[in-house]
């Protein structure tokens, strides 16, 4: 008794040191988080859009040669007093678009907490509380299918510590948009197929949680349904194989509810998908079969750069050689037979074929059809970026393990050294300076802005694509008025503050005619002579004339 008693106190000593471990874990990669956040300086056009359909107010217009004041166009991006909490609104700016509203409700509610404020930190926020659970699930599907003893933890930490200190998935957290939340939903869904396969337990407690998780996740980004429909097809083969089919209609019948129900909230849904221009766009893609090969390179490409710091090649090579060696060797696992049936052919668990099933289909699919943005295309595979970190570690360790001799030191040492190797990658990585949507080279315009922000501003735009005037937002907030003006309008400017300052900024559009208006602006106003470029921005050039 007393020897049992000692070897509970261990175990309990020992659950809590790895709890431990986690929790500073987590810690430190919030603080780094925290870290890039403070570091990010400007803003995607996508990332403006997310505040100004959440938080829109009257609308924003081009109005060629006229004044528009800072709260006219600010106000368009923050929750105004007395407008807080309006989900209505949300919801009909997000169905004239292509997006699920989900995401924006949640992005509503922050920026309605602290009306007024347009600030990256509430964006970035909302983010954060998305990362802390996927986390925790990423973690807890590592430990449900490697085993809940020290093999289980180590390889749930590694899995982790990859995963949550990657350039892709930093990156993920400072893009104000959807895809951290929509990351939390893919993973939530795996964790309830994998718990359920291994505690063999299908009812309602498993029923219900799913289907909640399709309702929610279709509602923040429609690609759910490509992860969901692969792990949940290779879950129906494995309930067939296992003659459950009263579980496999519930299950089937459950997702269906949750689908339509979502659809019924949301009818919009089926517009942006088959009819709408990305709806359209990803089913053209996905029929020319020419680019396959391209598409599948490209992301790839991103994963091996940005998620293991070009080692893939590597890692695959000594995947597969130690499983030939282990083949070769007749060191294969023989076939158990598991209650739960979680083995398959005596060598892989079936959870491990849900996964991989759910996330090659996932990977083809989105491929296929996601917009080629270079790095920043990393968001659309960003959800299965921890599951595919698993199964590359997991494949790495299974057969490396059996090659060992047993013993605890043994498995520390092997333990030590993959850390070692992870936290070398992800080292590259940020070193290199693969964290991306932080812009930082626009921390020198912002400042030469700040401190020029009273001298009267000119934004010559492209009338063919007016809207783009707002990817400017964070800038043109600084001043206390801009002036408008179409490149296509070639009449003479004859506005008094213009033609009269000693001193002038233009923005001027990526357009052929932009030299042409810089020129008229020096004819108009006798006082200046010279222009110069102060900053290069996306489609613009900041000039200042004197």
Same mark, same amino acid.
């Given at each position: 008794?007393?020897?049992?008693?000692?070897?509970?106190?261990?175990?309990?000593?020992?659950?809590?040191?790895?709890?431990?471990?986690?929790?500073?874990?987590?810690?430190?990669?919030?603080?780094?988080?925290?870290?890039?956040?403070?570091?990010?300086?400007?803003?995607?056009?996508?990332?403006?859009?997310?505040?100004?359909?959440?938080?829109?107010?009257?609308?924003?217009?081009?109005?060629?040669?006229?004044?528009?004041?800072?709260?006219?166009?600010?106000?368009?991006?923050?929750?105004?007093?007395?407008?807080?909490?309006?989900?209505?609104?949300?919801?009909?700016?997000?169905?004239?678009?292509?997006?699920?509203?989900?995401?924006?409700?949640?992005?509503?509610?922050?920026?309605?907490?602290?009306?007024?404020?347009?600030?990256?930190?509430?964006?970035?926020?909302?983010?954060?509380?998305?990362?802390?659970?996927?986390?925790?699930?990423?973690?807890?599907?590592?430990?449900?299918?490697?085993?809940?003893?020290?093999?289980?933890?180590?390889?749930?930490?590694?899995?982790?510590?990859?995963?949550?200190?990657?350039?892709?998935?930093?990156?993920?957290?400072?893009?104000?948009?959807?895809?951290?939340?929509?990351?939390?939903?893919?993973?939530?869904?795996?964790?309830?197929?994998?718990?359920?396969?291994?505690?063999?337990?299908?009812?309602?407690?498993?029923?219900?949680?799913?289907?909640?998780?399709?309702?929610?996740?279709?509602?923040?980004?429609?690609?759910?349904?490509?992860?969901?429909?692969?792990?949940?097809?290779?879950?129906?083969?494995?309930?067939?194989?296992?003659?459950?089919?009263?579980?496999?209609?519930?299950?089937?019948?459950?997702?269906?509810?949750?689908?339509?129900?979502?659809?019924?909230?949301?009818?919009?849904?089926?517009?942006?998908?088959?009819?709408?221009?990305?709806?359209?766009?990803?089913?053209?893609?996905?029929?020319?079969?020419?680019?396959?090969?391209?598409?599948?390179?490209?992301?790839?490409?991103?994963?091996?750069?940005?998620?293991?710091?070009?080692?893939?090649?590597?890692?695959?090579?000594?995947?597969?050689?130690?499983?030939?060696?282990?083949?070769?060797?007749?060191?294969?696992?023989?076939?158990?037979?598991?209650?739960?049936?979680?083995?398959?052919?005596?060598?892989?668990?079936?959870?491990?074929?849900?996964?991989?099933?759910?996330?090659?289909?996932?990977?083809?699919?989105?491929?296929?059809?996601?917009?080629?943005?270079?790095?920043?295309?990393?968001?659309?595979?960003?959800?299965?970026?921890?599951?595919?970190?698993?199964?590359?570690?997991?494949?790495?360790?299974?057969?490396?393990?059996?090659?060992?001799?047993?013993?605890?030191?043994?498995?520390?040492?092997?333990?030590?050294?993959?850390?070692?190797?992870?936290?070398?990658?992800?080292?590259?990585?940020?070193?290199?300076?693969?964290?991306?949507?932080?812009?930082?080279?626009?921390?020198?315009?912002?400042?030469?802005?700040?401190?020029?922000?009273?001298?009267?501003?000119?934004?010559?735009?492209?009338? /063919? @694509? +007016?809207? !783009?005037?707002?990817? =400017?937002? *964070? &800038?043109?907030?600084?001043?206390?008025?801009?002036? #408008? /003006? @179409? +490149?296509? !309008?070639?009449?003479? =400017?004859? *506005? &008094?503050?213009?033609?009269?300052?000693?001193?002038? #900024? /233009?923005?001027?559009?990526?357009?052929?005619?932009?030299?042409?208006?810089?020129?008229?602006?020096?004819?108009?106003?006798?006082?200046?002579?010279?222009?110069?470029?102060?900053?290069?921005?996306?489609?613009?050039?900041?000039?200042?004339?004197?």
């Amino acid at each position: 008794m007393e020897k049992q008693n000692i070897l509970k106190d261990a175990e309990k000593r020992k659950r809590l040191l790895w709890g431990g471990a986690f929790l500073l874990l987590l810690l430190l990669q919030l603080l780094l988080l925290i870290y890039y956040g403070s570091r990010k300086s400007g803003f995607h056009e996508d990332e403006f859009y997310s505040y100004y359909s959440t938080n829109k107010t009257a609308g924003l217009f081009v109005n060629d040669r006229e004044w528009i004041d800072k709260d006219s166009y600010r106000n368009e991006f923050v929750v105004l007093p007395g407008e807080q909490f309006r989900y209505g609104i949300v919801k009909q700016m997000q169905s004239w678009d292509v997006h699920p509203p989900l995401y924006y409700y949640i992005l509503h509610t922050v920026c309605s907490l602290f009306p007024g404020v347009f600030s990256k930190w509430l964006g970035i926020a909302v983010n954060l509380t998305a990362f802390v659970p996927c986390f925790f699930l990423l973690a807890g599907i590592v430990y449900e299918i490697a085993g809940k003893g020290e093999k289980g933890v180590r390889l749930a930490f590694l899995t982790c510590l990859l995963w949550g200190g990657s350039a892709a998935v930093i990156s993920g957290v400072m893009f104000i948009r959807m895809y951290q939340w929509m990351t939390l939903f893919v993973l939530l869904c795996a964790w309830l197929h994998v718990r359920a396969v291994r505690k063999q337990k299908f009812g309602l407690p498993f029923l219900i949680p799913v289907g909640v998780t399709v309702f929610l996740g279709f509602l923040t980004q429609y690609f759910y349904m490509v992860f969901h429909f692969f792990l949940g097809a290779a879950f129906c083969v494995y309930l067939l194989s296992r003659k459950k089919i009263r579980v496999l209609l519930s299950y089937c019948a459950a997702c269906v509810l949750a689908f339509g129900l979502a659809v019924l909230y949301y009818p919009a849904s089926m517009s942006h998908i088959f009819r709408g221009y990305r709806g359209t766009e990803a089913m053209d893609e996905f029929a020319d079969t020419g680019n396959t090969l391209e598409r599948l390179q490209f992301f790839t490409e991103l994963f091996d750069k940005y998620e293991v710091a070009g080692c893939l090649a590597v890692i695959l090579l000594v995947i597969c050689l130690l499983w030939v060696t282990r083949s070769c060797l007749g060191r294969r696992e023989k076939l158990v037979d598991h209650p739960a049936g979680r083995r398959v052919s005596g060598r892989l668990p079936v959870e491990i074929w849900l996964l991989v099933s759910a996330c090659a289909g996932y990977f083809f699919i989105v491929a296929k059809t996601a917009l080629l943005l270079g790095e920043t295309s990393n968001r659309y595979m960003l959800p299965i970026y921890g599951l595919l970190l698993f199964l590359l570690l997991y494949f790495l360790t299974e057969p490396l393990s059996g090659f060992l001799p047993e013993g605890k030191k043994t498995g520390w040492i092997l333990f030590c050294v993959l850390c070692a190797g992870v936290l070398l990658m992800n080292g590259i990585s940020l070193k290199a300076g693969r964290v991306f949507f932080l812009y930082e080279e626009e921390r020198a315009a912002m400042a030469f802005v700040r401190e020029n922000k009273d001298v009267p501003v000119i934004v010559f735009y492209n009338s /063919a @694509s +007016e809207s !783009n005037v707002w990817r =400017l937002s *964070d &800038e043109l907030m600084e001043y206390p008025e801009i002036y #408008l /003006a @179409s +490149e296509d !309008n070639m009449d003479e =400017l004859t *506005d &008094e503050t213009l033609n009269t300052s000693d001193r002038v #900024l /233009a923005y001027v559009a990526d357009h052929e005619s932009g030299t042409a208006c810089l020129d008229r602006l020096l004819e108009s106003n006798a006082k200046l002579t010279e222009y110069r470029l102060i900053a290069e921005k996306g489609l613009w050039k900041l000039y200042e004339l004197r």
